[in-house]
């Protein structure tokens, strides 16, 4: 009997024991800030306000990738020194005041104090609302909360870089086609202009119309010169003033149409035909130019609309707290998990025993 209270006390009561005096009297105090935050887009949320427009409408779901991404991002490297930069964690984490087992030793690797920030910071993504929770641990309760601060800052821009990233990648192609566009506009207009400069010519289709007007009105008046000589060659001779005058007048209405004739026909110096014929498909491209420089504008219009659509932002809707007791560590809770695991080390190790007895008796 003795000596299963000497194994009882040593196997349980010594662990205890310890434990007692450790969480007891030596165990720093650890205080705890936590937060809450969701990524989200710039969606419309309907009827839907505050938490609930965040984790029960389709547009968080829509952040899953990017709460996936902030979740990997708050436990890398590139966190903890960006928070060691701006909080210089390792001193606090470091400090003598903190009993030996917690603090985190002062000749630390790289990696040994990821892992211990790893520890100290934790993000949990509730897969159902992408609502992430983070919970950080110091041992001052301004620290915590400043961590937490600054974590989710930096969370913050994470995600923001990526938006502008991607809206930035959406509207390149946009803008591409619009610059495009906008350079087809200038070499039509060049073309153009530059046809209206050699040629000394507006428009060659207006100036055929007005040329087609110029003729028919010079046939008319050669029509009625023609039958008023008619009726005073009937009456006076053919040397009388007047019948000289209009035959000279005659004569100068067909010279007159037969030049607008030509330069219409381009058999003159104009060459209106050959004119209109360079004009038509300058002008055409000119038209359809701007037509694509409207269409890429409004292309552009939409895709910055579907881009600021999809916008992602970070939306803190429990800002880190501020403790105001140390909640860690839980140290009744800590001595009893080690008087159980003892007294069931005990026990097991007493049916091995008892067995193993039993196996060499035999």
């Known amino acids: ?10 196997v349980v009561g010594v662990p205890t024991l310890l434990a007692i005096v450790y969480f007891g009297f ?26 609930e427009a965040i984790i029960s409408t389709p547009i968080v779901s829509s952040g899953g990738k990017e709460g996936l991404v902030v979740t990997d991002y708050t436990h890398s490297q590139d966190m903890m020194l960006k928070v060691q930069k701006e909080l210089d964690i390792r001193s606090h984490f470091s400090d003598s005041s903190i009993d030996a087992l ?14 211990y920030f790893r520890r100290h910071v934790h993000v949990m993504r509730d897969s159902q609302s992408d609502v992430i929770t983070l919970t950080t641990r110091a041992y001052d309760p301004e620290m915590a909360r400043e961590i937490a601060e600054l974590v989710i800052g930096l969370s913050e821009q994470l995600v923001n870089d990526m938006s502008s990233r991607i809206e930035e990648d959406a509207l390149k192609t946009a803008r591409d086609e619009v610059a495009l566009a906008e350079e087809k506009v200038k070499q039509a207009s060049a073309s153009v202009a ?29 029509i009625e010169a023609r039958t008023l000589l008619s009726e005073k060659s009937a009456y006076m ?28 026909a381009g058999e003159s110096d104009f060459e209106m035909g050959g004119l209109i014929e360079t004009y ?21 219009e939409l895709a910055r609309i579907e ?17 105001d007791e140390a ?10 998990t080690v008087m159980i695991f003892s007294f069931l080390a005990y026990l097991l190790g007493g049916l091995l025993w008892s067995a193993l007895k039993d196996h060499i008796g035999r």
Request: avoid cysteine.
């Open 1 to 10: 009997m003795n000596a299963i209270l000497r194994s009882l006390l040593t």
């Open 26 to 51: 030596i165990a720093s105090d650890v205080y705890v800030s936590e937060a809450r935050f969701a990524i989200t887009s710039a969606k419309g949320t309907g009827g839907a306000t505050g938490l």
């Open 102 to 115: 917690s603090r985190l030793s002062d000749d630390a690797t790289l990696e040994e104090m990821l892992d």
């Open 194 to 222: 530059a046809f209206r400069r050699n040629s000394s010519s507006l428009n060659p289709a207006a100036e055929s119309s007005a040329l087609l007007g110029i003729v028919s009105g010079l046939e008319t008046r050669l």
């Open 237 to 264: 001779r053919d040397d009388s003033p007047d019948v000289i005058s209009l035959k000279n007048k005659i004569r100068a209405l067909s010279r007159q149409m037969a030049l607008e004739k030509g330069r219409l």
């Open 280 to 300: 038509q498909p300058l002008i055409l491209d000119q038209e359809l130019a701007r037509q694509q420089y409207a269409s890429a504008l409004s292309s552009l």
């Open 307 to 323: 881009a600021q659509r999809k916008k992602q932002y970070l939306v803190t809707f429990i800002q880190p707290s501020l403790p």
């Open 327 to 336: 909640v860690e560590p839980h140290r009744l809770n800590r001595i009893l």
